[in-house]
């Protein structure tokens, strides 16, 4: 049987110590995140909702002292609350939901704005959170907190991928995780892929291009669509791998060509994309998985930065902005699981009702 919310954010160690810990860290943390599910973002919308909300919330998380947790408390938990306990718990926690068999997982990294350490740099420093994101559900599956100056993103989705227990997914990533240890360890994984490839790997992609060229598709999917009040064509070709490939590239199984081609501000437009998949050509979830990828943008990244105001959040003091981002990503994810496609209709209906919140979260 699967742990709660409550269970998995108790085994976040608290900070603080034995003295002047009036309320269990928890019972702090899952009021933020109740908050955050009302709509609000900030420390002072945090604090003007607890006040709101004291007897209820006094009553539901059976607070020892009657009383709320200030606007200091709630603070000073985000910036000091060791943000890696609080990753980790969100990881256990999502591990254990349920995940339709085969799903297609899109990993992808976001920089967190307010940490940038010197926005005229071009060398600075920033925090990035990685995820791992699931097409069907909308839902974060995993995440990384990661440094850019520490770590590279290819390192990062590569331990993750060593690191969950996942098996007979389909993972898609961008051109940058085009990389042989990548595709290696989601071999490993009893997992398939579907990974964009560019320039970063020329040989690779001129054995793709040859191929494309010269054979015949074994598949070929035709789909329009409009994005934007604009009319978009897409082409996919599915392909037997070439013969030369390198054999480092582990598990190979498909080939694909996508042509975008439609009409922008009045002018005509072509573009080709390649893909390497380790599923088979006549496999008939290649087209939907690699649309579906960028979905990790709109239904993701997009969600975090406009309807939670990430990219504008002021906090940056301690590890506030990525316990924040944290806590962003786990009300999404609760919200998704419940059945809400619309981040923001989930928050107009549940704001204030306490109540129905806390049925989800216990």
Not at 23 to 50: A, C, N, T
Not at 223 to 234: A, C, I, N, P
């Amino acid at each position: 049987m699967s742990k709660s919310i409550i269970d998995h954010l108790k085994e976040v160690p608290d900070p603080r110590g034995a003295q002047g810990s009036r309320d269990d860290l928890w019972q702090i943390l899952l009021i933020i995140i109740m908050g955050i599910m009302s709509g609000h973002k900030d420390y002072r919308p945090l604090e003007r909702f607890v006040e709101r909300h004291r007897r209820t919330l006094i009553k539901l998380l059976a607070l020892k002292h009657g009383t709320v947790p200030s606007y200091s408390t709630l603070r000073r938990m985000m910036i000091d609350v060791d943000y890696a306990k609080l990753n980790s718990a969100f990881n256990n926690w999502a591990q254990e939901q349920p995940r339709p068999r085969g799903a297609a997982i899109a990993g992808d990294g976001k920089s967190l704005r307010n940490t940038v350490s010197n926005g005229d740099n071009d060398k600075q420093n920033f925090i990035s959170m990685v995820s791992l994101f699931s097409q069907e559900q909308g839902v974060v599956v995993a995440t990384a907190i990661m440094e850019n100056k520490k770590e590279s993103e290819i390192c990062v989705i590569q331990q993750l991928l060593s690191q969950l227990n996942l098996e007979n997914h389909v993972f898609t990533m961008d051109a940058l995780h085009c990389q042989k240890k990548t595709v290696e360890a989601i071999v490993e994984s009893n997992n398939d892929y579907i990974i964009k490839v560019k320039k970063n790997q020329p040989k690779l992609q001129e054995a793709i291009k040859v191929q494309t060229d010269e054979e015949t598709a074994i598949q070929v999917k035709v789909e329009d669509e409009l994005s934007k009040g604009r009319k978009v064509q897409r082409l996919v070709e599915v392909f037997a791998p070439p013969q030369n490939i390198d054999s480092k590239w582990k598990g190979v199984g498909s080939v694909i060509r996508v042509t975008r081609s439609g009409e922008r501000d009045g002018e005509s437009y072509s573009t080709l994309s390649y893909y390497l998949s380790s599923l088979p050509p006549k496999s008939k979830r290649i087209a939907k998985v690699i649309r579906g990828h960028w979905q990790v943008e709109n239904r993701l990244h997009w969600v975090k930065d406009v309807i939670f105001d990430e990219d504008k959040s002021p906090q940056k003091a301690g590890n506030a902005p990525i316990n924040l981002s944290i806590m962003k990503t786990w009300v999404l994810s609760v919200f998704r699981l419940h059945g809400f496609d619309s981040i923001k209709g989930a928050i107009d209906q549940f704001s204030g009702n306490l109540p129905t919140m806390w049925s989800l979260l216990i």
